[in-house]
């Protein structure tokens, strides 16, 4: 399940994210879509970056039977941006925030990695055939 917090004023379905949550796993998570002063000062807090950006993920620390495995929190501004740049919709964009993030809690890091996240990426995209968007543009 995905306990979903909207904080924004946009109506927004998300069964098509809970079908890849449930791909992915079993796990609950947390959802938070806020707008850009919202995630500027959870990236300031929690990784000292002073600057709004298109998705965080805090996965929880302890793997327990029954817990979430944590909690994504995407940017409607970024979203309606990139949308809009890369010529697609709102919900693709949002999906595409949201696997990255969802891969994220799974321990993927394209940071250290050596192209694992984007490969399960990239696999996503094609399997819900998504733009290969962020596939251009992370590459």
Same mark, same amino acid.
């Given at each position: *399940? ?10 927004? @379905?998300?069964?098509? !994210?809970?079908? +890849? $949550?449930? %791909? ?5 998570? %947390? ?10 000062? !959870?990236? $300031?807090?929690?990784?000292? +970056? ?9 996965? #929880? ?5 029954? *817990?979430? /495995?944590?909690?994504? =929190?995407?940017? =409607? @501004?970024? =979203? ?13 964009? #949002?999906? #595409? #925030? ?6 994220? /809690? !799974?321990?993927?890091?394209?940071? =250290? ?11 996503? +995209?094609?399997?819900?055939? !998504? ?9």
């Amino acid at each position: *399940m995905i306990d979903f917090d909207n904080q924004t004023k946009i109506d927004i @379905d998300i069964s098509s !994210l809970e079908i +890849i $949550k449930n %791909e992915l796993s079993p796990k609950d998570i %947390e959802l938070i879509l806020v707008y850009n002063d919202e995630i500027q000062t !959870l990236n $300031k807090e929690h990784r000292n +970056i002073d600057k709004a950006t298109d998705v965080l993920s805090f996965p #929880l620390e302890y793997d327990m039977p029954n *817990m979430p /495995l944590g909690s994504i =929190v995407i940017s =409607v @501004d970024f =979203v309606e941006d990139k949308a809009k740049e890369y010529n697609h919709s709102f919900l693709d964009e #949002l999906t #595409l #925030l949201f696997i990255h993030g969802m891969l994220h /809690l !799974l321990s993927y890091d394209h940071e =250290v990695d050596n192209g694992e996240h984007r490969k399960k990426e990239e696999e996503l +995209i094609k399997k819900y055939n !998504l733009p290969n968007s962020l596939i251009v543009r992370n590459s």
